[in-house]
C-alpha cells in the first residue's frame, strides 16, 4: 500500500542474495569471515537498495556492544553545556557511536537514577558531567562510577582520581587571565561574581585572587559575590555593584552571569564599557549579538569534545590503552568591547 514503510528483514537480504542469515549478518556487522569479495559487496548493495537498517538492539545483544555512549549534563539548558554536548555527538558520530545525552538538573538523586537507566539499555561507556554535590562528595561519586562496570570519562567537573579519564578546563588559569585583562587595562577596583558552591566556580576565584595578589591590589570583602551560573543570578548579584559604584570592573565567571550584569547596569542608566567594564567567562555565541560584544574566556569547546570522545573511543577500542589520562586544556581571552582602559580608578 503507498505510503506504508515495510521493513525488510535480515532474512529477505539473505534469501535475495542465496546466502544464509549468518552469512548476511556477519557480512552487514563487517565481522571477520571467509566470504569472498563479490559476495561481500553483492549483500551490501541488496541491503542499501531496500534500506535495510540493522537491528542494533539484537546486535548488541549478541556482541555484548551497542555502540551507544551515554552522555550525562547537569543542565541541558545551559548553552555551554549545549554546545559541549552538540560537539560530543559530532565527534562519536565519527565512530559509529550514537549518544544518548541526559540531564540530572544538577541532582545526584537524578543523576543515579540515570546511570542506571543508561545500564539498562545497554551503553558501552558514559562521559559525566557530574552534578555539584557528587563532585563535591568525590567518595560516594567514586563507588558509583566504579560500580557501572563500563568505561566512564569525567569532563569538566572532575574528581581526585586518577584511575578516570578526565577532561577539563584550567579554570583558575582563566579566572586570572580575565582579572589580568582587567588590571592591564588600569582598573584597580575589580569585583568577581562566581559560584563558591562549585569546584570551577571557586578555581576561577582563585584565578582572580592569585592575579589581584600579584598586582598587590586589595579585594574588598563586598567584591566577592556568590552566584550561581544563571543569567537571573547575575543580575541579582550586581544590584550592590551597580547601585556604590564601587567597582570599575566585574569578572563574571560565566557569561550568563555576565548577561545579568549588563542587565542590571542598563537599568541603572550605566553603559558598558563607559562606566563598568566587563569580562565574562564560555565566550559563549550570544556574547557576540547582545548590547555589547561581551570580552570572554574562552574554554575551547571544540577542543574539550574532541579529547574527550577520542580518548573515551580509544579506551574502549584499544586494549594497550589502560593507563587514565587526566588532561587539562589552556582557556584563551577573547578581547571583544566590553572593557575599557582606564587612567585612574574611579
Same mark, same amino acid.
Given at each position: ?20 542469515? &549468518? ?155 580575565? &582579572? ?13 561574581? &562566581? ?121 574502549? &577500542? ?29
Amino acid at each position: 500500500m503507498k505510503g506504508v514503510f515495510m521493513k525488510i528483514r535480515l532474512k529477505d537480504i539473505a534469501q535475495m542474495a542465496h546466502v544464509s542469515e &549468518t552469512t548476511a549478518s556477519l557480512v552487514l556487522n563487517d565481522a571477520p569471515s571467509r566470504i569472498s569479495e563479490a559476495k561481500r559487496q553483492e549483500i551490501k548493495k541488496i541491503a542499501k537498495a531496500h534500506g535495510y537498517v540493522p537491528n542494533f538492539a539484537a546486535r548488541g545483544l549478541a556482541m555484548k556492544k551497542t555502540n551507544t555512549i551515554g552522555l550525562i549534563l547537569p543542565d541541558i539548558t545551559n548553552p555551554y553545556f549545549a554546545a559541549l554536548a552538540k560537539k560530543i555527538d559530532d565527534e562519536l558520530r565519527k565512530y559509529d557511536y550514537l549518544t544518548i545525552v541526559v540531564n540530572t538538573d544538577d541532582k545526584a538523586e537524578s543523576e543515579r537514577d540515570l546511570i542506571q537507566l543508561l545500564l539498562n539499555r545497554g551503553a558501552d561507556a558514559l562521559i559525566v558531567i557530574a552534578s555539584n554535590e557528587s563532585s563535591e562528595n568525590s567518595e560516594a561519586f567514586d563507588k558509583l562510577l566504579t560500580a557501572t562496570g563500563i568505561p566512564v570519562l569525567l569532563l569538566d567537573r572532575t574528581i581526585a582520581n586518577p584511575a578516570y579519564n578526565q577532561v577539563s578546563a584550567d579554570d583558575e588559569l582563566g579566572g586570572f587571565l580575565a &582579572t589580568k585583562h582587567l588590571i592591564e587595562n588600569g582598573h584597580r577596583k575589580i569585583a568577581c561574581i &562566581t559560584s563558591m558552591k562549585t569546584a570551577n566556580g571557586r578555581e576561577r576565584l582563585a584565578g582572580y585572587r592569585r592575579a589581584m595578589q600579584e598586582a598587590d591590589l586589595p579585594i574588598a570583602a563586598d567584591w566577592e559575590i556568590d552566584a550561581a551560573f544563571k543569567f537571573e543570578e547575575g543580575y541579582t548579584a550586581a544590584a550592590p555593584l551597580v547601585e556604590n559604584k564601587a567597582v570599575t570592573a566585574v569578572f563574571a565567571a560565566s557569561d550568563l552571569i555576565a548577561y545579568g550584569v549588563i542587565k542590571q547596569a542598563q537599568e541603572a542608566h550605566l553603559q558598558i564599557p563607559e562606566d563598568l567594564s566587563l569580562i565574562g567567562y564560555d565566550n559563549l555565541a550570544f556574547s557576540k549579538i547582545v548590547s555589547i560584544s561581551l570580552t570572554s574566556i574562552d574554554q575551547n569547546i571544540d577542543l574539550l569534545g574532541e579529547t574527550a570522545a577520542d580518548l573515551l573511543v580509544k579506551r574502549l &577500542t584499544d586494549k594497550r590503552a589502560s593507563k587514565a589520562k587526566q588532561i587539562k586544556i589552556k582557556p584563551v581571552l577573547i578581547k571583544n568591547q566590553s572593557v575599557k582602559q582606564i587612567t585612574t580608578s574611579k
